[in-house]
């Protein structure tokens, strides 16, 4: 008797079933049924069915991505041998061998229908009742760009490489007209010659490096606006992506990243709306979003909620004009309870013994809660009591903002408390026309109901980028440029809610069997 155990099967003989090799519970079987059920016309459009060999069905296509980013293999190369070599993909792809620049092309060739897609997936969870548009919360996170930071372009270094380009640019072009000349002193004149391939290239890239140039020219005078010396810190753009920026690592330090946001819906998670923006704003990004969800689903989410960055007057004023019940916590514009400067008469001083009491801003100075506005005077008050009458009316983007200082800051005993430094005429406090605004979303969230919608926020909107980078271990793009890396990020969020509608499709099945085989017994 043989030691070891038989093989179950005999390699030679046995012939395996496709079908049979998948359990009828695999996520890969909900998946193509999920797919096949979709409409792919947007997608067929984009195909030639007159010459060429018959195309792959765009659904399995689409169907091996997308099973790759939820199995976490996201290199062309990877799905390539996942179609020949996992029986799950395999069976994806009905046994077809897939090539990975296929793969890759298709991948970014799709971006419209691909949208289509997104917004289908989460049409049909609205109708399960797995989207309910209520609450909602918007954020944003960094993902790294395919990108070294080592490699970098400053003004400075594209404008010395511009001078060296230019300089040999010449010198070809030279040699050219030299060599027109002997041609035309031996063969007589003829044709011009086209520009030799070598100084076409170079065209080509003077022409990219000045794009270049303009971007760090423009970026280096937002830093002087902000204060920050461009010549000892210059703006830099990473050399492989232009497109991304360098900004704060979520890990720590620096690198060429880019700023992906996300919807996602409060009741399971799924995600509304996505984006990829090239810079740290993302505040900007709030109402754009909103509107895309108007448009994608018929209404404006119920209660939207975001963190403290998004709380600018442009964002509060635009959501109280689309009628949105927004939450966000924002700094009171006026004293509150506790504060020493909320008083009945602002024209009185706030006690000495109460003056460590008074609020203080970023800079340890006083904060601008500390000063109270009157309405009728068309003025503040300081926490001594003195006017600080209207000075003049700035309009930065557009926007009024009213300025107001005090002419008697000299010998103040708080001065040194209230003062910036480099003050020169005194402290000022400005107002624009969202103060009111501010003042609204403040009260409201001094509320029981305010307090408690936004503490579901965190959950809410931090759990997709933690699953996504977690778990589909997505926390660096594979794409360079900005359009071929939101079409790679809504690739990714469109696995992530086909991975939710898959387990609830599954789940609600389970729950149909348990409720016949309760009714059977």
Same mark, same amino acid.
């Given at each position: 008797?043989?030691?070891?155990?038989?093989?179950?099967?005999?390699?030679?003989?046995?012939?395996?079933?496709?079908?049979?090799?998948?359990?009828?519970?695999?996520?890969?079987?909900?998946?193509?049924?999920?797919?096949?059920?979709?409409?792919?016309?947007?997608?067929?459009?984009?195909?030639?069915?007159?010459?060429?060999?018959?195309?792959?069905?765009?659904?399995?296509?689409?169907?091996?991505?997308?099973?790759?980013?939820?199995?976490?293999?996201?290199?062309?190369?990877?799905?390539?041998?996942?179609?020949?070599?996992?029986?799950?993909?395999?069976?994806?792809?009905?046994?077809?061998?897939?090539?990975?620049?296929?793969?890759?092309?298709?991948?970014?060739?799709?971006?419209?229908?691909?949208?289509?897609?997104?917004?289908?997936?989460?049409?049909?969870?609205?109708?399960?009742?797995?989207?309910?548009?209520?609450?909602?919360?918007?954020?944003?996170?960094?993902?790294?760009?395919?990108?070294?930071?080592?490699? !970098?372009? &400053? %003004?400075?270094?594209?404008?010395?490489?511009?001078?060296? *380009?230019?300089? $040999?640019?010449?010198?070809?072009? #030279? @040699?050219?007209?030299?060599?027109?000349?002997?041609?035309?002193?031996?063969?007589?004149?003829?044709?011009?010659?086209?520009?030799?391939?070598?100084?076409?290239?170079?065209?080509?890239?003077?022409?990219?490096?000045?794009?270049?140039?303009?971007?760090?020219?423009?970026?280096?005078?937002?830093?002087?606006?902000?204060?920050?010396?461009?010549?000892?810190?210059?703006?830099?753009?990473?050399?492989?992506?232009?497109?991304?920026?360098?900004?704060?690592?979520?890990?720590?330090?620096?690198?060429?990243?880019? !700023?992906? &946001? %996300?919807?996602?819906?409060?009741?399971?998670?799924?995600? *509304?709306?996505? $984006?990829?923006?090239?810079?740290? #704003? @993302?505040?900007?990004?709030?109402?754009?979003?909103?509107?895309?969800?108007?448009?994608?689903?018929?209404?404006?989410?119920?209660?939207?909620?975001?963190?403290?960055?998004?709380?600018?007057?442009?964002?509060?004023?635009?959501?109280?004009?689309?009628?949105?019940?927004?939450?966000?916590?924002?700094?009171?514009?006026?004293?509150?309870?506790?504060?020493?400067?909320?008083?009945?008469?602002?024209?009185?001083?706030?006690?000495?013994?109460?003056?460590?009491?008074?609020?203080?801003?970023?800079?340890?100075?006083?904060?601008?809660?500390?000063?109270?506005?009157?309405?009728?005077?068309?003025?503040?008050?300081?926490?001594?009591?003195?006017?600080?009458?209207?000075?003049?009316?700035?309009?930065?983007?557009?926007?009024?903002?009213?300025?107001?200082?005090?002419?008697?800051?000299?010998?103040?005993?708080?001065?040194?408390?209230?003062?910036?430094?480099?003050?020169?005429?005194?402290?000022?406090?400005?107002?624009?026309?969202?103060?009111?605004?501010?003042?609204?979303?403040?009260?409201?969230?001094?509320?029981?109901?305010?307090?408690?919608?936004?503490?579901?926020?965190?959950?809410?909107?931090?759990?997709?980028?933690?699953?996504?980078?977690?778990?589909?271990?997505?926390?660096?793009?594979?794409?360079?440029?900005?359009?071929?890396?939101?079409?790679?990020?809504?690739?990714?969020?469109?696995?992530?809610?086909?991975?939710?509608?898959?387990?609830?499709?599954?789940?609600?099945?389970?729950?149909?069997?348990?409720?016949?085989?309760?009714?059977?017994?």
């Amino acid at each position: 008797m043989e030691y070891w155990a038989k093989p179950a099967l005999d390699r030679t003989l046995a012939v395996l079933s496709l079908d049979g090799s998948i359990h009828e519970n695999h996520p890969v079987r909900h998946l193509e049924e999920i797919l096949r059920g979709m409409d792919w016309s947007a997608w067929k459009q984009e195909y030639n069915g007159q010459r060429g060999q018959p195309p792959i069905p765009p659904w399995v296509m689409a169907g091996v991505i997308l099973y790759g980013l939820m199995r976490r293999i996201r290199s062309s190369r990877q799905l390539e041998y996942a179609c020949t070599h996992n029986i799950d993909f395999i069976w994806l792809a009905e046994g077809r061998t897939i090539d990975h620049s296929t793969i890759a092309i298709f991948r970014g060739k799709f971006r419209k229908p691909l949208k289509q897609l997104f917004k289908q997936i989460n049409r049909v969870a609205i109708a399960m009742g797995l989207i309910k548009l209520v609450e909602v919360a918007f954020d944003g996170t960094r993902v790294k760009a395919n990108a070294s930071r080592l490699h !970098t372009w &400053t %003004a400075q270094r594209v404008e010395e490489v511009l001078k060296e *380009l230019e300089a $040999e640019m010449e010198r070809l072009l #030279n @040699e050219a007209s030299a060599k027109d000349a002997a041609d035309a002193a031996v063969w007589g004149e003829g044709k011009s010659r086209e520009l030799p391939p070598e100084l076409a290239d170079k065209q080509k890239r003077r022409e990219k490096l000045r794009e270049i140039f303009d971007k760090l020219r423009q970026a280096d005078e937002a830093r002087r606006k902000d204060g920050i010396d461009p010549k000892k810190n210059p703006a830099q753009l990473p050399k492989a992506d232009t497109d991304s920026k360098v900004m704060p690592n979520k890990e720590g330090g620096y690198g060429p990243n880019y !700023t992906p &946001t %996300a919807t996602p819906d409060g009741a399971r998670g799924f995600l *509304l709306d996505c $984006e990829v923006l090239g810079g740290p #704003n @993302e505040q900007d990004e709030l109402l754009p979003s909103m509107d895309r969800i108007k448009e994608d689903y018929g209404k404006y989410p119920e209660k939207p909620s975001a963190d403290k960055a998004f709380g600018t007057g442009p964002n509060l004023e635009g959501m109280e004009s689309r009628g949105i019940d927004f939450h966000t916590p924002v700094e009171s514009p006026v004293p509150q309870e506790g504060n020493p400067a909320k008083r009945d008469d602002p024209r009185q001083a706030v006690p000495e013994a109460e003056w460590s009491k008074l609020p203080r801003n970023d800079k340890k100075k006083l904060a601008k809660c500390c000063f109270e506005y009157d309405a009728a005077a068309d003025a503040y008050f300081c926490p001594l009591g003195r006017e600080m009458s209207y000075r003049e009316t700035k309009k930065p983007a557009g926007k009024a903002i009213r300025i107001y200082g005090c002419k008697d800051c000299e010998g103040c005993p708080l001065a040194k408390e209230c003062l910036d430094p480099k003050a020169k005429r005194g402290r000022t406090v400005s107002r624009d026309g969202y103060e009111p605004a501010r003042e609204r979303m403040h009260a409201k969230m001094e509320t029981e109901e305010g307090r408690s919608t936004y503490n579901r926020r965190m959950h809410i909107g931090e759990t997709p980028f933690a699953i996504i980078k977690g778990i589909l271990e997505v926390r660096r793009f594979l794409l360079r440029g900005l359009e071929k890396v939101r079409t790679e990020w809504r690739w990714v969020c469109t696995a992530y809610n086909l991975k939710k509608l898959i387990a609830a499709v599954v789940a609600l099945r389970a729950e149909g069997g348990k409720m016949a085989g309760n009714l059977g017994g």
